[in-house]
């Protein structure tokens, strides 16, 4: 299954997605640690409030810490633990939500395979990394195998 | 008569139905001590009816849909009627774009209605306190 392949996997669902939040302000950063299960909770209750922050209505918060309870758990359980990194952005007076999930686990050998519903090697429904894309605005994924995985996420308000 | 030994969720019982709730915070161990507490009191109890009231929960993902898609099917192993009463609508919204359909979940708006199902109506004399008065249909 793993390739001799050292390329860098990288899905951008959207091109623009690190260009406008790179010009978006940084307002807060926060970076938690996913090692054992109750920092799940934690990831879980920081999002919530950070999306309380941003002013995001109740249910783009539920997307939002529904996808980080997705993607905490993906790095907890196929990444061997992980860190989850909350940005709080503004862009043009709009508030945004950035999250990174960043694991040093296997990688991901075939992220197309990763990405569509039904595809599992874990304990969910296999809807988790794509469901996640789904929940948020712009999504990216880099993924190396044998140098973990990174996906990067950012919900807009009222987008 | 409940004694809960699992995770600290309650499992009452109301003639054959079970009744319990998922507090907002299931954790994976939560979970499985749940289901094992569950599957027991069905089948101790002899219960004919679950009713899993989830209008706590502020966030359902895969894995706590999974836990429920389970549940019903055990139950179900076990001859018992499982209904998830009460989700909240943005946890429904969220669902559906996750790609979550909880096929096989029989849903309720709310635990009256979910009860209403198994076979209780509510009283409708004041009087009666508005607790549940239990008709067996068959």
């Known amino acids: 299954m793993s390739s001799a392949r ?12 690190s260009d406008a939040a790179n010009r978006a302000a940084h307002t807060e950063r926060t970076v ?8 799940l909770l934690t990831v879980r209750h920081a999002v919530r409030a950070a999306t309380l922050r941003a002013g995001f209505s109740i249910v783009d918060q539920t997307r939002v810490v529904t996808a980080a309870s997705e993607l905490a758990r993906n ?8 860190t989850v990194t909350i940005d709080q952005l503004t862009l043009r007076g709009n508030a945004g939500l950035r999250l990174t999930v960043k694991d040093d686990g296997p990688g991901i050998a075939d992220t197309d395979a990763a990405l569509a519903d039904g595809f599992t090697t874990g304990a969910g429904l296999g809807h988790g990394l794509g469901g996640a894309r789904r929940l948020m605005n712009d999504f990216e994924l880099h993924t ?8 990067i996420a950012t919900r807009w308000a009222g987008r | 008569m409940s004694a809960p030994a699992s995770g600290g969720v309650p499992i009452l019982r109301l003639g054959d139905v079970l009744v319990t709730g998922l507090l907002n915070e299931l954790d994976d161990t939560t979970a499985v001590a749940f289901t094992e507490e569950l599957t027991n009191r069905i089948s ?5 009816g679950v009713l899993i009231d989830i209008s706590r929960l502020e966030i359902v993902d895969s894995f706590v849909a999974r836990t429920l898609m389970e549940l019903t099917t055990m139950a179900r192993l076990l001859g018992a009627r499982v209904i998830v009463a009460g989700m909240r609508p943005p946890v429904a919204i969220t669902l559906v774009e ?6 096989g979940v029989e849903t309720a708006l709310n ?11 509510q009283s409708l004399q004041p009087s009666g306190g508005g607790l549940g008065e239990f008709r067996p249909e068959h």
Do not use: C, F, K
């Not at chain 1, 050292?6 to 959207?14: I, K, M, Q």
């Open chain 1, 6 to 17: 050292n390329t860098d996997h990288t899905v951008a669902l959207s091109p623009t997605a």
């Open chain 1, 75 to 82: 790095a907890y359980i196929h990444g061997g633990g992980g």
């Open chain 2, 111 to 121: 635990a009256e209605q979910a009860m209403a199902a198994m076979g209780w109506h």
């Open chain 2, 44 to 48: 101790s109890d002899g219960a004919r």
């Open chain 1, 144 to 151: 190396v195998p044998g140098q973990g995985t990174t996906v």
């Open chain 2, 98 to 103: 996750l790609g979550i359909q909880l096929t």
């Open chain 1, 32 to 39: 938690h640690h996913v090692r054992i299960e109750e920092d």
